[in-house]
């Protein structure tokens, strides 16, 4: 399908370059404000009664809103090309008009959300709109433009029938998909419940009770995106990146072979190897944290509940 | 998804006088597109309609633990059912509709091990995430023992959560949830683009390779459409979370996938009628 | 933990809001046929509007629908309406002039049927599911309609795969450079899930009040009609295109507005830079 194999090659890798970089930004803007699973806490939190000067962006999940952003961006920088524009212009064209949508999303959320929650006496911060928006807007407009390059490559070089747009849709998904899959447990446990116990859930009794104050003056959403993007963004990046990356590795490397099967069957061999290396870390951590009460493992039918 | 879970009303079991009255609607769809598009429209369908109820099927298999799953209170991938499994099949879609061009069985094994190798390498990272970055290892709050390894769960699971993390089975099934999803989306496709693809040039009386990114454009927006759909009527069924095959919510499945094949018939039946009237 | 959905009293009724978004709606999109009748594409916004209307219904639709707790989140509803709505569109447009009317009724057919599904076959017993999931696939379907014609200026399923591409500055007409050829109607069918689903998700709450859901919605709308007119560009001439941007961006910028100031009225305080206020009752 692709000529030259060298530069199906080539591309492969910049294709899942940019979706690590896409991952890792999709992951830091979510969790600066607080969309995706870890947001109900800090819906949650006014209603126990910790009023809290955190961003709530619940625009909706994130692969749907992902999944408009990066259509939204293909769609525009289509459009663009369509009408004789540069490529690289038009693609940044593109995300910088996803990028006001997803602001202007993001500011009616917080306002909508939290003027809803008066009941409680948590109280609009106007100036967390200001500081905050355009921090997330930053981060998603690297999101945004590093996916839609790359469903460009897809297109341009490597051949792709689906049209950029549609594209950008699909990929938007699963960038969603991936990125809050990995990076909403680390933000929602070890950062909102960072005065919890480390190395265990957090208990349902504790629910809403997130850390409001941060080591001098209050937590703002920005700490909150300097914390997750030393684990959580690389590692949602490292995702979506290998998604990519294999899914293009083994067709553009394999499809040649057996009329097309060569690129199921290296996909498949993908697959077995990530179950063991899943196998691997799920027995490393039972073997080196061990069980939480030795007593409920002789007799673990007390322990249920 | 988003802050709402909230109890709903889905209760257990089958609804015999409704499944049939959804099956002769099935079989009335499948009869009007035997009439109006023969039986190439008519195989087509079936097609489409073994499509959405794999897809309804696979949906029931991918591990959603939702908003509790993000604080480590319940097992599974902290996002909503029907967009992750969106996540999965659209990727597989893209795998399949991009070996569309290698034959009918290439296609659908592309787009089944897209979806397979999308939820194989989140689920993997989910646990990285879990064991390396908050030091919590998985536990099923469902069941005491994993039915594939036989480890045993309940002293793993902290106090005061219903367990966490990605146990062996859920990934497992994460990832034939993802294979079957890619492998319906794809079907759906790969169905209506043949139907496009023979109908519109005789319409607008282009040749194919002009007219061919219509083609591949409106079995695309179909297919996500119809993925839509059905994973969302799924996640109606399960009620919002699930921990995988083992789940007790599992053995609700059969009403799911004949919802999926009703609704798929129905939508396809319209697809098939864009070019067909 | 979950959040209690709560909805609140009073307001605008169901009924008049679903009379006045489906008249509104498909009055704005019949306008679009003047486009036709003048030979021109000036008319060409009026789509949008008719898509706004469509977004103000439909976000009543999912308030009434989710009050019930279906198990899943609010935006799943916008899903499985565009979802359902872009097929029952598509075969729409093949009627011609009759396309807006027909569309109401093969998607009410298409959404009472998935109502079914969902209410008896799955068991969910929930009293408007039938009614609401067959308003969301009207809604869904005319949201798509109305962006459809705004971007290229008529409602025929011609006009959507066929556009023109310059070569060489040479104008060729191509099938590629189409509204469904380069799927810009997936931008759109994202654009509606989106729209239809937030107001109400970004507004739930104790004290969610109807009238500022209500222009959250209309926002939304003219916020994607501003998305729709940018790439209209690529269809329209250059006046009808900007024409289209510059209602789209007045609706918006007023919408936008209200919705502050309402904001304001519901917030329970209104403060720039200020720590937190422990509530009286003590944390």
């Known amino acids: 399908m692709v000529e030259n194999l060298v530069l199906g090659i080539g591309v492969t890798a910049l294709a899942g370059a940019l979706a690590t970089v896409a991952g890792a930004a999709e992951d830091t803007e979510s969790d600066i404000g607080s969309q995706g699973d870890p947001n109900s806490q800090v819906q949650l939190a006014p209603q126990m009664g910790y009023i809290h000067r955190i961003f709530n962006k619940a625009v909706s999940g994130e692969p749907p809103a992902y999944g408009l952003w990066c259509a939204l961006g293909a769609g525009v920088a289509w459009a663009f090309m369509a009408i004789n524009l540069n490529a690289i212009l038009a693609l940044i064209v593109g995300a910088a008009v996803a990028v006001f949508v997803q602001g202007v999303y993001a500011t009616t959320a917080y306002l909508g959300r939290t003027a809803s929650l008066a009941k409680f006496e948590q109280p609009v911060y106007i100036d967390i709109l200001k500081s905050v928006t355009t921090v997330t807007m930053a981060h998603a407009f690297v999101a945004i433009f590093t996916t839609i390059s790359m469903c460009y490559l897809m297109v341009a070089a490597l051949g792709h029938p689906f049209p950029l747009p549609l594209l950008g849709l699909v990929w938007g998904i699963a960038l969603g998909a991936a990125g809050s899959a990995t990076g909403n447990p680390f933000y929602g446990k070890e950062r909102q419940y960072q005065e919890q116990k480390f190395g265990a859930g957090v208990p349902i009794s504790a629910s809403g009770n997130i850390v409001r104050y941060a080591e001098a003056g209050e937590r703002s959403s920005l700490d909150n995106g300097w914390f997750t993007s030393k684990l959580a963004g690389p590692a949602s990046g490292l995702c979506f990146g290998l998604i990519v990356f294999f899914e293009l590795w083994r067709t553009v490397l394999f499809e040649p072979f057996a009329g097309g099967w060569g690129a199921v069957i290296a996909g498949v061999v993908v697959i077995l190897i990530f179950m063991v290396i899943d196998r691997f870390i799920e027995t490393w951590a039972r073997t080196t944290f061990g069980p939480y009460t030795e007593a409920a493992a002789a007799e673990p039918e007390e322990a249920t509940s | ?168 089975i859920s990934y497992v099934g994460g990832v034939i949830g993802g294979t079957l999803g890619g492998l319906g989306g794809t079907l759906i496709y790969v169905e209506l683009l043949a139907v496009y693809e023979a109908a519109l040039p005789v319409i607008y009386n282009a040749p194919l390779e002009e007219i061919l990114p219509v083609a591949v454009s409106l079995a695309g927006i179909f297919a996500v459409g119809m993925f839509l759909v059905n994973a969302v009527l799924t996640a109606y069924n399960i009620t919002g979370t699930i921990e995988g095959p083992h789940d007790p919510k599992f053995k609700r499945f059969p009403r799911a996938i004949i919802a999926s094949a009703v609704a798929s018939a129905v939508c396809g039946m319209v697809a098939i009628m864009v070019v067909a009237l | 933990m979950s959040v209690k959905v709560e909805v609140s009293e009073g307001g605008v009724p169901h009924d008049r809001i679903m009379a006045i978004g489906i008249v509104g709606s498909l009055v704005a999109i019949y306008l679009t046929y003047l486009n036709v009748l003048t030979g021109t594409q000036i008319f060409s916004f009026f789509g949008g509007i008719g898509a706004v209307f469509a977004i103000w219904w439909g976000t009543d639709s999912i308030k009434t629908l989710c009050s019930y707790g279906i198990g899943t989140g609010v935006p799943s509803a916008g899903m499985i309406s565009l979802g359902s709505g872009v097929i029952a569109m598509l075969l729409a447009t093949k009627l011609g002039v009759a396309a807006p009317i027909g569309l109401v009724i093969i998607a009410a057919v298409l959404g009472v049927i998935l109502g079914f599904l969902s209410d008896k076959v799955l068991n969910m017993n929930i009293p408007v599911m039938i009614r609401q999931l067959t308003e969301l696939t009207i809604v869904g379907a005319l949201i798509l309609l109305g962006f459809a014609s705004m971007a290229t200026g008529s409602f025929a399923f011609i006009d959507m795969i066929t556009g023109t591409t310059t070569f060489f500055g040479i104008e060729v007409a191509t099938y590629s450079a189409s509204l469904i050829g380069g799927s810009i109607i997936a931008v759109i069918f994202m654009l509606g899930g989106i729209a239809i689903q937030h107001p109400f998700n970004a507004c739930l709450g104790p004290n969610e009040s109807q009238d500022r859901t209500q222009m959250c919605a209309a926002e939304c709308g003219f916020l994607s009609m501003i998305a729709v007119a940018v790439m209209s560009f690529a269809f329209l001439s250059v006046s009808a295109a900007m024409l289209g941007l510059l209602v789209a961006f007045i609706g918006w910028i007023y919408t936008y507005n209200e919705y502050i100031k309402l904001s304001k009225r519901d917030a329970y305080d209104w403060l720039d830079a200020k720590p937190i206020r422990e509530p009286k009752g003590g944390a």
């Open chain 2, 1 to 168: 998804m988003s802050a709402l879970g909230g109890a709903a009303a889905g209760g257990e079991g089958i609804n015999p006088t409704a499944s049939v009255i959804g099956i002769v609607i099935l079989l009335v769809a499948l009869g009007i597109t035997f009439f109006i598009a023969s039986t190439g429209g008519a195989i087509a369908l079936i097609g489409i309609i073994i499509g959405g109820a794999l897809i309804g099927f696979g949906v029931h298999f991918v591990p959603v633990g939702g908003a509790p799953a993000a604080m480590g209170q319940a097992p599974g991938i902290a996002t909503g059912v029907a967009m992750l499994a969106a996540g999965a099949g659209l990727a597989g879609l893209f795998g399949g509709a991009w070996a569309a061009e290698l034959g009918f069985a290439v296609a659908l094994g592309a787009g089944a091990v897209g979806g397979g190798l999308m939820m194989a390498i989140t689920c993997m990272m989910v646990n990285v995430i879990y064991v390396f970055g908050m030091g919590i290892p998985s536990a099923s709050g469902k069941v005491d023992k994993d039915p594939i390894t036989g480890d045993t769960f309940p002293e793993y699971k902290s106090q005061g959560t219903e367990g966490h993390g990605l146990p062996f």
